[in-house]
């Protein structure tokens, strides 16, 4: 069975920080990655995706992820965050042989000034 | 084109209404969802449509009902809710056969309160 973890419900960073908001995947296959980001309010947007190929992902706004298989981990940073970072970040896997999306249970990204 | 629009963008409700929820997308996406989440939580799938047949339902209330009447709109019709279906709902869509490359594209959301 595949599941995804997210450590920590709240992180916290000084605006000019690093961002680092951390996600592990449990997979039989080699998986399917994404992190979504979503602002109060509305829906969620993607703003990376892992498939094949290359295990650094380059996403929107300055944000990417790397994977690491040996690690089972994904995780996503920012060298410098911005007060417009704040919001609730997911990490997802893509369930095996099908079309769901099975999301972790999110982080809160606060950006102090 | 690349949205997924949702409307209304808020619903609120008595437990003995009958209303629906409508999503529409021009993307030329063949697989469409609904999600629902709750305050704090992540979304959790309900309902799959691939090629405007309903190919995944979660175990969802049949309270919720379904309906994908073309491959540009999904709708989710409402009867008899309880306070506690009160959620954002989130349509999305993707590419059938790309799915796994592109991931889903998703709307905005509809607030609905049931009272």
């Known amino acids: 069975a595949q599941s995804v973890t997210q450590l920590g419900s709240h992180v916290s960073v000084s605006e000019g920080a690093l961002v680092l908001l951390r996600c592990n995947y449990s997979?039989?296959?080699?998986?399917?990655l994404f992190w979504y980001v979503q602002y109060p309010n509305q829906g969620l947007q993607l703003l990376l995706k892992?498939?094949?190929?290359?295990?650094l992902v380059k996403g929107i706004n300055g944000f990417e992820a790397e994977f690491k298989k040996s690690e089972t981990s994904f995780h996503l940073t920012k060298p410098s965050a911005h007060m417009s970072d704040a919001a609730e970040y997911f990490c997802?896997?893509?369930?095996?042989?099908?079309?769901?999306?099975?999301f972790g249970s999110g982080t809160r990204l606060l950006v102090r000034p | 084109d690349t949205e997924v629009t949702q409307t209304p963008k808020h619903l609120v409700m008595g437990m003995t209404n009958k209303k629906s929820l409508k999503c529409e997308q021009h993307?030329?996406?063949?697989?469409m969802y609904w999600y629902k989440q709750k305050a704090k939580k992540p979304p959790e799938l309900m309902f799959v449509?691939?090629?405007?047949?309903?190919?995944i339902n979660e175990s969802v209330p049949s309270r919720f009902s379904p309906e994908c009447p073309n491959s540009s709109l999904l709708n989710l019709h409402l009867h008899a809710l309880q306070p506690e279906d009160s959620a954002l709902y989130l349509c999305?869509?993707?590419?059938?056969?790309?799915?796994?490359?592109?991931?889903?594209?998703f709307g905005s959301g509809t607030r609905l309160t049931v009272v």
């Open positions: 999305a869509s993707s590419q059938a056969s790309l799915m796994r490359n592109y991931g889903y594209t």
């Open positions: 997979s039989s296959v080699p998986p399917y």
């Open positions: 892992y498939t094949t190929g290359a295990t």
């Open positions: 997802a896997v893509l369930m095996d042989s099908s079309y769901k999306l099975l």
């Open positions: 993307m030329g996406h063949r697989a």
């Open positions: 449509y691939s090629y405007e047949k309903l190919s």
